[in-house]
């Protein structure tokens, strides 16, 4: 999947992850190298500051390389497994350290890389990590071998909060040069390094999550991921300055402790209400534009509704108006063919029979044509309509149709549905009598069924007939497309048009699943009808029979 599908615009976060993974790496690499050569290279060993043990080091190594594994997600099993050891590693480092920690075991693993000399600057133990980092080890080693589970999604996402929160705390110390807790002054001190190398895992872990716990909201395109990511750098930087500046004046003596709390609690007063001001008018501007396109969108829409409308009353006018000349047409001709036939030679016969044939076609077309126009109309107020009263109703129209073909119709319980009774008597005698009409060799066996959730109900009119080919499944449903010369089936191709405008305008859909030669299926969807509301006296009915 690519990153764009994932995070949309923000195409710089699929990259977090690798690059985060990359750097703890190479911090780990760089000090495990330190500790193995004895190296003096600046910042390897630092002067009255912890230094970060091996097997950190090895720890952080072992959890980035997981880290790259997991976000390449790979097909290959090898690839995932060697992820999940890794992780594996990660986690039982830090598990093992904290049983030292509270049993006061040595299980003799903090020397098993390198020997470290008693006696090293904020170190409790020779080579032990610090009980935070051991901690952390153990939340992130868990939140590694969660990743590829969508639903721990948010398990991954507090995980990654809690671990990158104990680094900010411990970066925070170095930050104000602030002493250790009482308590902890037995233990070893995590390291600056340690630290800042726990804080960028734990961006790279909750980065991976990709589209799914905390980062749905984090990477989304909509209003609420934009101002999480305005105001989230925020508020993590603000406080962290006023801190520092506040510590700053107070060591260079410009003002008391008390004075610069007040200093320090005012300012940030001051920058969060600038910060909430500019984002309230970020969303004032985002719903602006959102009223002018919804009003837009609301004008477009009634001028698609009239414009419509004077389309289907333009049908209408335009269809019942070619009815009069036709049927003068069609009746001079009719009087020609009575009175001239035999009169003229045969090819006079056979044009006027031309003419005759030509306008009772005419006159069947504009008639459907008037009929699709009036299709999806609301007769008045939709009420419950009990489909089995409408289809049988709608037998009862094909009966002469369903005789002569020796039709078995057969039907499962049907429901109750939201939409005008006529229309969909309409719907049922348009598909039947099309299973009818292109039926196979055997006489046809017809079956009308029912599925639904409670909100919406699944029609179903299955058939043996002569079946359709998949390419033609959009085709039928368009106006006056036929499949079959008129010779072989009669008709003009409007009925299945109608149905689709029908159900179109209830909110519903229809298509079609068929085999060619091995019968057909037509599904129609339809809104279940709302359960009526209880009178006032069935409800105190029901309370008094409670109360007894």
């Not at 939340?139 to 671990?163: D, K, M, N, T, Y």
């Not at 233990?187 to 726990?198: D, E, H, K, L, R």
């Not at 209408?316 to 009815?323: I, K, N, P, R, T």
């Not at 009575?338 to 009169?343: A, N, S, T, V």
Request: aromatic share 8%.
């Amino acid at each position: 999947m690519s990153g764009k599908g994932e995070y949309g615009h923000m195409s710089v976060f699929p990259r977090i992850p690798r690059i985060a993974a990359g750097l703890v790496v190479l911090v780990g690499g760089v000090v495990l190298a330190g500790w193995f050569f004895d190296l003096d290279a600046p910042g390897l060993n630092p002067v009255n500051m912890v230094r970060m043990k091996a097997n950190a080091a090895f720890a952080f190594i072992c959890a980035g390389t997981s880290l790259i594994l997991t976000d390449l997600r790979s097909k290959r099993k090898t690839v995932r497994i060697a992820g999940r050891l890794l992780a594996c590693v990660t986690a039982l480092i830090g598990i093992l350290v904290l049983f030292e920690y509270a049993t006061g075991i040595d299980l003799g693993i903090d020397q098993a890389l390198v020997h470290e000399a008693p006696g090293a600057f904020g170190t409790s133990s020779p080579g032990r990590i610090a009980p935070n980092a051991a901690f952390n080890f153990m939340l992130l080693g868990c939140a590694l071998l969660l990743l590829e589970f969508p639903a721990w999604g948010w398990v991954v996402s507090v995980i990654s909060f809690v671990a990158g929160s104990v680094s900010v705390l411990a970066l925070m110390a170095y930050m104000y040069n602030a002493e250790p807790l009482p308590g902890v002054l037995t233990y070893t001190t995590i390291a600056f390094y340690t630290a800042a190398a726990f804080f960028i895992l734990a961006v790279g872990v909750l980065f991976a999550l990709r589209n799914r716990g905390a980062m749905r909201l984090l990477a989304s395109r909509r209003l609420g991921g934009k101002m999480v990511r305005r105001l989230l750098p925020m508020t993590v930087l603000v406080p962290l300055a006023l801190g520092w500046l506040r510590m700053a004046g107070y060591r260079a003596g410009y003002f008391g402790d008390e004075y610069g709390v007040a200093l320090m609690v005012t300012g940030t007063i001051v920058l969060l209400i600038l910060m909430g001001w500019n984002s309230a008018a970020a969303v004032e501007r985002t719903d602006i534009s959102r009223l002018r396109a919804e009003e837009s969108l609301r004008t477009r829409a009634e001028e698609l509704a009239q414009s419509n409308e004077e389309l289907e009353q333009f049908a209408y006018v335009a269809s019942h108006d070619l009815q009069e000349p036709l049927r003068a047409i069609s009746g001079f001709t009719q009087i020609l063919a009575r009175r001239y036939r035999g009169k003229l030679d045969a090819e006079a016969d056979e044009f006027i029979a031309y003419v005759v044939e030509g306008t009772l076609r005419m006159q069947t077309l504009i008639n459907d044509l008037l009929d699709y126009s009036r299709a999806g109309r609301m007769s008045g107020e939709v009420l419950p309509t009990d489909c089995s009263a409408a289809l049988d109703q709608a037998l009862e129209n094909l009966n002469v149709s369903i005789a002569e073909s020796g039709a078995e119709i057969r039907r499962d319980p049907l429901p109750v549905v939201s939409v005008d009774e006529k229309q969909l008597v309409r719907v049922f005698q348009n598909l039947i009598g099309n299973a009818i009409k292109f039926r196979g060799p055997v006489a046809p066996r017809i079956r009308v069924l029912a599925a639904g959730d409670g909100k919406e109900w699944v029609l179903s009119v299955q058939d043996n007939g002569i079946g359709i080919e998949p390419k033609y499944f959009e085709r039928i449903f368009l106006l006056f497309q036929r499949l079959h010369r008129r010779d072989d089936y009669s008709g003009t191709g409007i009925g299945l048009a109608i149905c689709k405008k029908i159900i179109e305008r209830r909110g519903g859909r229809i298509w079609v699943e068929s085999e060619f030669g091995r019968g057909t299926t037509f599904h129609f969807s339809l809104p279940a009808a709302e359960p009526e509301p209880e009178t006032e006296t069935e409800l105190e009915r029901e309370l008094e029979t409670e109360g007894t």
